[in-house]
C-alpha cells in the first residue's frame, strides 16, 4: 500500500539519483561556437513539413537564421564523459534550414483560395516566433493587396519552378563536392572510387538531390515534383567511353569464364553425390575390434540382478 509518505520518498529518491547522474540525463548536441554564444539563441518546437511530426529548432534572433536539430541514432553505441559512461550514444547536428519550407504546408492548407496576411497565417504558437524569420515567399505565392497588409496566395506553378531550380542547384553543389550518389555510396567511404564524376549521369545527381529535399516535402508535392524531372524506373549507371568500350570487347570472355564455371560447379556437384568407398582394415584395427567385442561397459556393472 501506498501513501504519501512512500511517493515524496520515492519521488525524492528519483530526484536526488538523476542529480547524482547529470551526464545520463544531458545530451549530446554539435553547434558552432558563434551560434553557441549568442545571447537570442534559443528552441522551439515546430511540426515538420514533411509528416508533420513535432520536431526541434534552433533560432538565431542575432542573424534571422533558422536551424533544424538532426538527430544521429545507432544501436550500441555509448558516450565517454570523463569517467562516466552515457547509455544513450546518440547525437544531435544543426543545420541550416529554409523556413519558407517551414511555411509551406500552411500556406498550401490555408491559402489555396484565398489570401490571408503571413501574421495570420502564423498565428499559432510557435510559428509567431518565426514571422520575422520569413522571407522569400514571393517564390511559392502571390502578395495581393497592399505591402502593408503582406497578404499571400499559395501559387503552385511558382512553387513547383522555385522547387526544381533548387533540386537543380543541389544537383551541381553535390557533383562539385564529389559526393558519391551511385550504388557504391556505401563503400565509398572507406575505399577511394576511381569513377570520376564527368563519368557519372547527369540524372544520378538529379535524384540524389531530389531526395534531399524530397525530405522537407509532402508526399502529394514530391510526386509532381518528379513528374518535372521524368526520371528512368531504374537509373543503370552510365561510364565513359574508354569504359564501355573495354565491356563490350570482354563480352566473349566473361561467356568463358560463366561457362567455365558452370562446368566446374556441375562437377563438384556430380563428386560429392559419389559415395566413397571404406579402406581395408589393417591388422592392428581387425586385432582391435576382435578385443572390444567381448568387453562391457561400465554402466553395465550397475545394473539391478
Known amino acids: ?84 559512461v552515457k547509455s544513450d550514444g546518440s547525437f544531435m547536428l544543426v ?12 500556406l498550401r492548407e490555408q491559402c489555396k483560395d484565398r489570401a490571408m496576411p503571413i501574421n495570420d497565417l502564423l498565428s499559432e504558437k510557435g510559428y509567431n516566433e518565426i ?15 497592399s505591402l502593408e497588409l503582406c497578404a499571400y496566395k499559395y501559387n503552385e506553378e511558382k512553387t513547383l519552378k522555385w522547387l526544381e531550380e533548387k533540386v537543380r542547384k543541389l544537383s551541381k553543389l553535390i557533383r562539385k563536392k564529389n559526393v558519391h550518389v551511385t550504388s557504391g555510396v556505401s563503400s565509398a567511404t572507406f575505399i577511394s572510387s576511381t569513377l570520376n564524376n564527368d563519368d557519372i ?12 529535399l524530397s525530405d522537407y516535402l509532402q508526399d502529394d508535392l514530391v510526386e509532381l515534383l518528379e513528374s518535372k524531372f521524368d526520371f528512368k524506373p531504374e537509373l543503370i549507371e552510365t561510364v565513359g567511353t574508354k569504359r564501355k568500350s573495354n565491356c563490350n570487347n570482354s563480352n566473349d570472355v566473361k561467356r568463358i569464364k560463366c561457362e567455365t564455371l558452370a562446368e566446374d560447379i556441375q562437377s563438384m556437384d556430380c563428386s560429392s553425390t559419389e559415395v566413397k568407398k571404406q579402406k581395408p582394415l589393417t591388422a592392428k584395427e581387425k586385432a582391435r575390434q576382435k ?15
Open 1 to 84: 500500500m501506498t501513501t504519501r509518505l512512500t511517493k515524496k520518498l520515492s519521488s525524492g529518491n528519483q530526484t536526488t539519483s538523476n542529480l547524482k547522474n547529470p551526464v545520463e540525463n544531458s545530451w549530446i548536441i554539435m553547434i558552432k561556437d558563434s551560434l553557441f554564444e549568442n545571447n537570442s539563441f534559443r528552441i522551439i518546437t515546430l511540426p515538420h513539413p514533411a509528416h508533420g511530426t513535432p520536431s526541434k529548432y534552433v533560432l538565431d534572433g542575432k542573424n534571422k537564421n533558422i536551424f533544424e536539430i538532426v538527430t544521429f541514432n545507432e544501436p550500441y553505441r555509448s558516450w565517454f564523459i570523463g569517467e562516466t
Open 95 to 106: 543545420t541550416p534550414i529554409n523556413p519558407v519550407f517551414i511555411v509551406l504546408p500552411r
Open 131 to 145: 514571422t520575422g524569420f520569413i522571407c522569400g515567399l514571393d517564390n511559392i505565392a502571390d502578395l495581393k493587396g
Open 201 to 212: 549521369d547527369e540524372e544520378f545527381y538529379l535524384k540524389y538531390a531530389f531526395g534531399i
Open 291 to 305: 578385443a572390444a567385442s567381448g568387453t562391457k561397459t561400465i554402466s553395465s556393472f550397475f545394473v539391478k540382478k
